[in-house]
């Protein structure tokens, strides 16, 4: 695994303007049965793959905090929403509160997450392979299969598969 991250992000260099141009067709000529195809895609992938191998999403970037994800969050710490947020958010430069550093500080050693159980939005539904309206996240997509392996697996499936 550590061979297969140490080469995703070149590779995802190597495929982005493919890989842009594509989702960009994509975005403007959805084929009706694309969030069917996108979770079996998905569903597929990941019966082979295991986050806890990888984690390289909680090592090297962040997710956004939403203010229910803060609520729920710092109950479940047991800590007040003000105290979660002054203790490991950040206000970024799009106003979104994003945690002050990364690696994640919830990431355990063995790439457990401490707070699995209610972890934010952004992180239960990453890397967002399955999402409705997959078409409208190309932006987001391509940011992901340069971090995510199992995400760059799937839009190189989804490419051989789905015309455009």
């Not at 986050?51 to 203010?67: E, M």
């Not at 992180?123 to 391509?142: A, M, N, S, V």
């Amino acid at each position: 695994m550590e061979e297969e991250l140490r080469q995703l992000p070149a590779k995802a260099k190597e495929k982005r303007k493919e890989n842009a141009k594509y989702l960009a067709k994509l975005k403007k000529k959805p084929p009706k049965d694309l969030d069917k195809v996108m979770v079996e895609l998905h569903s597929e992938e990941f019966s082979r793959t295991d986050c806890l191998d990888c984690a390289n999403c909680c090592k090297t970037t962040g997710p956004l905090f939403t203010n229910t994800d803060i609520e729920r969050i710092a109950k479940h710490l047991r800590m007040k929403p003000g105290a979660f947020v002054e203790t490991y958010l950040r206000i970024d430069e799009d106003g979104d509160h994003v945690l002050q550093q990364v690696p994640c500080t919830f990431l355990g050693p063995d790439n457990k997450c401490f707070i699995y159980d209610v972890r934010p939005k952004a992180c239960r539904e990453y890397p967002h392979t399955d999402r409705k309206k997959f078409h409208q996240i190309g932006k987001l997509t391509l940011q992901n299969v340069a971090i995510c392996p199992a995400a760059y697996n799937i839009v190189e499936k989804m490419k051989a598969s789905v015309k455009v």
